[in-house]
């Protein structure tokens, strides 16, 4: 995890929390990567209790920003951090089996009967 500097317009941008609605709460952030224009945010919201990992991109004509509400904490994300990366494979295996209501239950079922 890196110690970054956002501008005041970064700031400005991060600084509504979207799930509160509001933009007079505290709102406390981390940089967790940062490459080039780049950064990750861990973003977390002292009124609501919420947080939120937010792609933050800036250059001298823009600030934009993305963001997910997650449930995580700071140092649940360094676990990821060491994980492999999920192959395109994966994640067509993932929705395959997902896309199919009864895969879970085929999936389960044999190790109910074993047990």
């Given at each position: 995890?890196?110690?970054?500097?956002?501008?005041?317009?970064?700031?400005?941008?991060?600084s509504?929390?979207?799930?509160?609605?509001?933009?007079?709460?505290?709102?406390?952030?981390?940089?967790?990567?940062?490459?080039?224009?780049?950064?990750?945010?861990y973003?977390?919201?002292?009124?609501?209790?919420?947080?939120?990992?937010?792609?933050?991109?800036?250059?001298?004509?823009?600030?934009?920003s993305?963001?997910?509400?997650?449930?995580?904490?700071?140092?649940?994300?360094?676990?990821?951090?060491?994980?492999?990366?999920?192959?395109?494979?994966?994640v067509?295996?993932?929705?395959?089996?997902?896309?199919?209501?009864?895969?879970?239950?085929?999936?389960?079922?044999?190790?109910?009967?074993?047990?």
């Open positions: 995890m890196t110690e970054g500097r956002l501008s005041k317009e970064a700031v400005r941008l991060i509504f929390c979207p799930v509160c609605e509001r933009r007079d709460v505290e709102l406390r952030g981390r940089v967790l990567l940062e490459e080039g224009e780049a950064k990750l945010l973003v977390h919201c002292g009124h609501g209790k919420h947080a939120m990992l937010t792609l933050l991109m800036t250059n001298p004509e823009m600030v934009s993305v963001g997910i509400v997650t449930d995580l904490a700071v140092a649940d994300l360094a676990t990821f951090e060491a994980e492999e990366e999920i192959e395109e494979d994966e067509l295996d993932g929705h395959q089996f997902f896309a199919d209501p009864s895969a879970l239950g085929n999936r389960l079922l044999p190790l109910v009967k074993t047990a």
